[in-house]
């Protein structure tokens, strides 16, 4: 079955950069857009930006631009987001979310990671 | 730049039947597919409707998607609510630039 699990949670200072791991398993993990969307306490979800794990192309939402960061490993089936210059309300629980259908780059997240809560204080 | 706007909450009896709106702010609601989330607390999102008004498998059929052109705007709707249906729901589609759009999220209290 289809699986990906996220990293563990972190707790990261003001100014710093934090980088998540979403390793996926059970389908040809190049066939399949990774997005990751985040969700603050008890707020709403947040679409952050997609990653192409075939042929590395990504693109962020506008307010991400320039301290996010998506890259992928193909030999551990494994995408990254990394995020610098964190500040308190970068403190969110983080989704990464595979796309279908295969190859689709805006389709509907059918499989979700478990979510990494990254925690930003001083 | 586009936005969906979805009802804060909404409550109803077990048994009975909801719908959630989720409304396109510009442009129109039918040039992307419109998804929905189900989130319970504590737990990621599932899927519960793609594409408008496709059921993926293992979800129950009291659950179905709509499109209303005339308002832009999509509808989620759960007949013969159950508690285990009490849960956050999120409506997602994307705007021109292939950018992903949430909507705000629904409470759905079942009472």
């Known amino acids: 079955q289809v699986q990906l699990v996220q990293s563990g949670a972190e707790v990261k200072k003001p100014g710093a950069s934090v980088k998540v791991s979403c390793k996926a398993s059970?389908?040809?993990?190049?066939?399949?857009?990774i997005h990751w969307v985040r969700q603050a306490p008890g707020q709403g979800l947040e679409w952050m930006g997609w990653?192409?794990?075939?042929?590395?192309?990504?693109n962020s939402a506008q307010k991400f631009q320039g301290r996010v960061s998506m890259t992928r490993d193909t030999s551990i089936s494994t995408v990254f987001l990394e995020l610098s210059r964190l500040t308190s309300d970068d403190t969110a629980v983080y989704y990464c979310a595979r796309v279908g259908p295969a190859g689709a780059v805006g389709g509907f997240f059918d499989n979700w990671g478990q979510g990494t809560l990254i925690t930003v204080s001083s | 730049n586009f936005v969906l706007t979805q009802p804060h909450s909404v409550s109803e009896s077990p048994g009975k039947t909801v719908t959630i709106s989720c409304t396109g702010s510009?442009?129109?609601?039918?040039?992307?597919?419109v998804q929905w989330y189900q989130q319970r607390p504590g737990g990621a999102p599932t899927m519960v409707i793609y594409?408008?008004?496709?059921?993926p498998s293992g979800v129950p059929d009291r659950f179905s998607g709509s499109i209303d052109r005339s308002s832009n705007s999509a509808s989620l709707t759960i007949s013969g609510l159950k508690t285990e249906d009490e849960a956050d729901y999120f409506c997602?589609?994307?705007?021109?630039?292939?950018?992903?759009?949430f909507g705000g999220g629904t409470k759905l209290t079942v009472l």
């Open positions: 059970g389908y040809t993990f190049t066939d399949y857009y």
């Open positions: 997602q589609s994307y705007n021109s630039g292939n950018e992903g759009v």
């Open positions: 510009s442009g129109s609601i039918v040039n992307n597919y």
């Open positions: 594409e408008d008004d496709r059921r």
């Open positions: 990653i192409n794990p075939h042929g590395r192309g990504t």
